[in-house]
T-cell receptor, first 106, second 115 residues
Framework: QKEVEQNSGPLSVPEGAIASLNCTYSDRVSQSFFWYRQYSGKSPELIMS????GDKEDGRFTAQLNKASQYVSLLIRDSQPSDSATYLC??????FGAGTRLTVKP | GAVVSQHPSWVICKSGTSVKIECRSL??????MFWYRQFPKQSLMLMATSNEGSKATYEQGVEKDKFLINHASLTLSTLTVTSAHPEDSSFYIC???????????FGQGTRLTVV
């Protein structure tokens, strides 16, 4: 069974801090990885996709991929209360982890 | 760009009836579409993956005769919940990819309540 694992949290950080979200996957042949954000009662929205080892930055968000370790992470810099949501990791075949609930406290 | 529209947003139906949910990619052609079910405070459970013009691939444990998926064109996929029962009440969400294994864009979801 192909699996995507995330720390379910909840993760709480103060406003302005860096939030670090982690994800591991079991299928070694996965080549594409995605981070989504889901607000309560809404559908997920894409934050970032990453295909190559290393870091990819987009504004306050940085995705990091290590295929050898089967690990992908998302860093959120200068966290804002509006970043409070559930963050979902997905792999190539669009299977999702359980999600990590993030709360940013003012 | 990359807008996916799902209809209806919510539906209430009587037990034993069927309900059809539509998923449309409005500004791109989607070779692959995905259907998910999400119960409160749980993650997205992938139900099936469909490619335009071919039969959907259902995940283990998902009844293909109960959840009928049709992907008749590059912009439309439908999910029909047949003979719905109260335990089928859930949030159903579709997503669509331009090219398989690239990012998928989500519809707004359909909240189904079976009474």
């Amino acid at each position: 069974q192909k699996e995507v694992e995330q720390n379910s949290g909840p993760l709480s950080v103060p406003e302005g801090a860096i939030a670090s979200l982690n994800c591991t996957y079991s299928d070694r042949v996965s080549q594409s990885f995605f981070w989504y954000r889901q607000y309560s009662g809404k559908s997920p929205e894409l934050i970032m996709s990453i295909y190559s080892n290393g870091d990819k930055e987009d504004g306050r968000f940085t995705a990091q991929l290590n295929k050898a370790s089967q690990y992908v992470s998302l860093l959120i810099r200068d966290s804002q209360p509006s970043d409070s949501a559930t963050y979902l990791c997905a792999v190539s075949d669009m299977r999702f982890g359980a999600g990590t609930r993030l709360t940013v406290k003012p | 760009g990359a807008v996916v529209s799902q209809h209806p947003s919510w539906v209430i139906c009587k037990s034993g009836t069927s309900v059809k949910i539509e998923c449309r990619s409005l500004d791109f052609q989607a070779t692959t579409m995905f259907w998910y079910r999400q119960f409160p405070k749980q993650s997205l459970m992938l139900m099936a993956t469909s490619n335009e013009g071919s039969k959907a691939t259902y995940e283990q444990g998902v009844e293909k005769d109960k959840f009928l998926i049709n992907h008749a064109s590059l912009t439309l996929s439908t999910l029909t919940v047949t003979s719905a029962h109260p335990e089928d009440s859930s949030f159903y969400i579709c997503s669509a990819s331009i090219v398989r294994y690239t990012e998928a864009f989500f519809g707004q979801g359909t909240r189904l309540t079976v009474v």
